[in-house]
Every structure is written in C-alpha cells, then in structure tokens.
T-cell receptor
C-alpha cells in the first residue's frame, strides 16, 4: 500500500509524546468505525474499532473517541514510539452495506 | 496469528490482457472483500462476497471485474481486459461475524498491478 505521492496532512511528534489523529466522516448512517495503520508497502493493519452505541473505546496505548453529533472520530496514541510512524486511516461502515469507506489518511511522523 | 495472504505481490500486464489476483482469507472467516488503492489516493471498496455470492459492489466494480471462490480456501479477483487506469494496489480482506455481528476486516499485504 504505497502512500508515496499522497499529499496527506502530517502530524509530527516527539517520541514519548501523545498523538491525536482526527477524522471527519460523512455518512450519518455509519454505525461502525475502524482505525487502520498503513506502513509503506503493506496493507492496512487493524488498530481499534468502535460501534456507534459507544463514544469511547480503549486498547493498548490507543483510544478511539466518537462524536456522532458532529461526525468526528479521533485516535489517541499514548507514548508514541518510532514504530508508530505510518499513515493512519479512519474507515466507516454502514453495517447494512458491509463496505468500508476510507478517509484520506494522516501521516504520523515520530521523531526520536 | 492467522493472516490474509495474497499472490502475486506484483503483477505486470499489457493493456487488454486478463489478470487474476489471488487471496487466501483467514480460514474461519465467512465474509470476503476486495479493495484497491490507486497510487496517491485512498483505499476504495470494490466488492464484498458472502455465501458464494456478491453481497455488495461499488460503481468501480463493472462488468470487467468478477470474483470467485473456486475452492474452500481461495478467493480471486479477475479483471477481464485490463486498462491503464486499473493500475493500483489491490487488497483482499476478510472478516467473521460472531453472533451475527460483523467484525473488523483484516487486510492482506496487497498485489501491485501495473498495466502497461
């Protein structure tokens, strides 16, 4: 999965800092949301998901927040590490359709 | 840890030729998908497949595309007559539905298709 050439918004953080990546989604019928990480030359890798009946979900070092009122999703990464450097995509799904719609992505650069 | 695998990793073909991209989904998954990512663009849904039939497809998935599950393990995407604009990274994904609830889709590493 090449991201070369993508003019992505870029978030640059120092190692050890917390990162927040934001995403606006468009379909008010979407009821399932996933954050994926994509490293150069690889496929999207599942990070965390959340359903529309929740507004927060925590994983290991990651938290996803969902605000359905303004159709906004965020991914928080605690104690960011160089290995977290990648492009992050949010994806939404209306589970009646079974098709993920991906956002355009944010490139996270972690400075050691 | 089980994973989705795809072959080949890179396919180069001449315009007008047929290509078949192959995927082995995670073994206990029942839902299968194809997505593509044109260089410099975001990941786009092509098709979903369940119970040996297409359950959803996008406008990209026209008559030139077809999918098949020829046996109990493989899931293929065929492009009958490739066009230059079919050049992209093609990702296969699979998911299960425990308790009738769709769960996360796991993606393969992709096949880079180059149409000359």
């Amino acid at each position: 999965g090449e991201s070369v050439g993508l003019h992505l918004p870029t978030l640059s953080v120092q190692e050890g800092d917390n990162s927040i990546i934001n995403c606006a989604y468009s379909n008010s019928a979407s009821d399932y949301f996933i954050w994926y990480k994509q490293e150069s030359g690889k496929g999207p890798q599942f990070i965390i998901d959340i359903r529309s009946n929740m507004d927060k979900r925590q994983g290991q070092r990651v938290t996803v927040l969902l605000n359905k009122t303004v159709k906004h999703l965020s991914l928080q990464i605690a104690a960011t590490q160089p290995g977290d450097s990648a492009v992050y995509f949010c994806a939404e799904m209306d589970t009646g359709r079974r098709a993920l719609t991906f956002g355009s992505g944010t490139r996270l650069q972690v400075q050691p | 840890e089980p994973e989705v695998t795809q072959t080949p990793s890179h396919q180069v073909t001449q315009m007008g030729q047929e290509v078949i991209l192959r995927c082995v989904p995670i073994s206990n998954h029942l839902y299968f998908y194809w997505y593509r990512q044109i260089l410099g663009q975001k990941v786009e849904f092509l098709v979903s497949f369940y119970n040996n039939e297409i359950s959803e497809k996008s406008e990209i998935f026209d008559d030139q595309f077809s999918v098949e599950r020829p046996d109990g393990s493989n899931f293929t995407l065929k492009i009958r007559s490739t066009k230059l604009e079919d050049s992209a990274m093609y990702f296969c994904a699979s998911s299960d539905a425990r308790g009738g609830v769709l769960r996360e889709q796991f993606f393969g590493p992709g096949t880079r298709l180059t149409v000359l």
